[in-house]
């Protein structure tokens, strides 16, 4: 029987294109799995170390975005919760050639023999997919995550300066000066490109996120094992925004790095920002077990128990991180700036009202905190935000803005 000349042209164009097709996708291919190995060493931070039985684990923790992260970039039907690991694309059975694998593609393209296998080192690397062996005793140590750092001594302290921020609030003067002007977006810095840690860290603190990300991402790719780099990279697309960039890179950092301190507080942020408050819990009850001493960590499980609802609660923890450093609120009113700038005024305003509760004697978080609402367009909670500023301080230049702020907002309704 004779094939006709549009089904060989067919035919010959899926042979070709099958390779193209794999190489064009292996890209995302990798990212994927970059992400499926992040979020098995976060899953050994908050489990003693150890390791998933199943990739749904991971689903069911919330330290992937659904169920569809278990499946090829590109799939479209999502199994139900049930037959998830038995349909998923990836899996943590190991392959007799790869003692230290993490976790792997299942089965090869189609027209491919070898499939995607991410190691302990970092390193991704295609392996032949006919030697597989079933997991057994002796070989779940293959995918066991990084050891997690024992817990520090309570007579210990363990203080980690947190992301640099904008604007800083000076530690404590008898009198609050007036707050630092945080809106717009910082000046464009018009020096050549930097692609440095030093560098990186530099434009962060002056506020120039955009250009401190582009550099940090140039460190991972020149490093792929930097978790400074990553943990700078998180922080720059935190304040941008971009939550699900914040949390690959974090989970980067738990791979290559899981003792890093306040970790676990930045990945409880990305939970909280994205209104999941349970994962939060998880993390930041992780990391105030692991550092009882951290302040920074104290204070943002109040910011969580004041989301749930939960004051009485909150008031005690931030008093408690108040007690171990003074510093604390003066680090939430950076950050707080600093996402106001970025235009996170949601965000921003969780900020202020924590350095409000640290210490209630900081005005100038009023008059944040009122700017937040402007722009949420919450005219009310805006105005008495800005009564509260006035009532601390009712002479400054910033008073006159105050007063001029009150009286558009009245206009604009």
């Not at 919330?62 to 919760?81: E, F, I, K, M, Y």
């Not at 350095?355 to 009122?370: E, S, T, V, W």
Request: neutral net charge; contains cysteine.
């Amino acid at each position: 029987m004779k094939t006709s000349l549009p089904t060989v042209t067919l035919l010959l164009l899926a042979f070709f294109a099958s390779p193209l097709f794999a190489l064009e996708n292996e890209s995302a291919r990798r990212a994927q799995l970059q992400r499926l190995r992040g979020a098995i060493s976060a899953y050994g931070l908050l489990h003693a170390g150890r390791a998933p039985a199943r990739l749904s684990d991971l689903v069911n923790e919330n330290l992937l975005d659904g169920p569809g992260s278990l499946l090829r970039p590109g799939a479209t039907a999502v199994p139900p919760q049930a037959e998830l690991d038995a349909r998923a694309d990836y899996t943590l059975e190991p392959l007799e050639a790869a003692k230290d694998m993490i976790v792997r593609e299942k089965t090869p393209l189609a027209g491919e023999n070898e499939v995607l296998v991410a190691f302990k080192d970092g390193s991704i690397k295609p392996l032949a997919a006919n030697a597989g062996t079933r997991i057994t005793a002796t070989s779940a140590a293959a995918v066991t995550p990084p050891p997690v750092t024992p817990p520090v001594k309570a007579d210990s302290p363990v203080y980690e300066t947190p992301p640099p921020v904008l604007n800083p609030n000076p530690r404590h003067p008898a009198r609050p000066p007036p707050p630092p002007p945080v809106l717009g977006t910082p000046t464009p810095d018009h020096r050549g490109p930097i692609d440095d840690l030093s560098g990186a860290r530099k434009a962060l603190e002056e506020g120039r996120v955009a250009e401190a990300r582009a550099a940090f991402t140039a460190v991972t790719q020149r490093d792929p094992q930097s978790a400074e780099g990553f943990r700078g990279l998180g922080d720059c697309a935190s304040l941008a925004g971009d939550l699900g960039a914040a949390m690959l890179a974090y989970l980067n950092v738990a791979r290559l790095a899981p003792d890093t301190p306040n970790l676990q507080v930045a990945l409880a942020e990305v939970y909280l920002a994205r209104g999941n408050l349970r994962s939060a819990q998880q993390w930041l009850d992780s990391e105030v077990k692991l550092r009882p001493n951290s302040a920074w960590a104290w204070s943002w499980l109040g910011t969580l128990q004041m989301e749930a609802g939960e004051r009485a609660k909150a008031a005690a923890s931030m008093a408690r991180a108040a007690a171990l450093d003074r510093e604390v609120t003066a680090w939430r009113f950076k950050h707080g700036a600093a996402l106001l700038s970025q235009n996170q005024p949601k965000r921003a305003a969780a900020e202020f009202a924590a350095a409000l509760m640290l210490d209630p004697r900081g005005i100038g978080a009023h008059y944040q905190l009122a700017e937040c609402h402007a722009r949420l367009g919450e005219r009310d909670k805006a105005m008495e935000s800005f009564n509260r500023f006035l009532e601390g301080d009712a002479t400054s230049e910033w008073a006159t803005r105050a007063r001029s702020r009150i009286e558009e907002l009245r206009r604009g309704r």
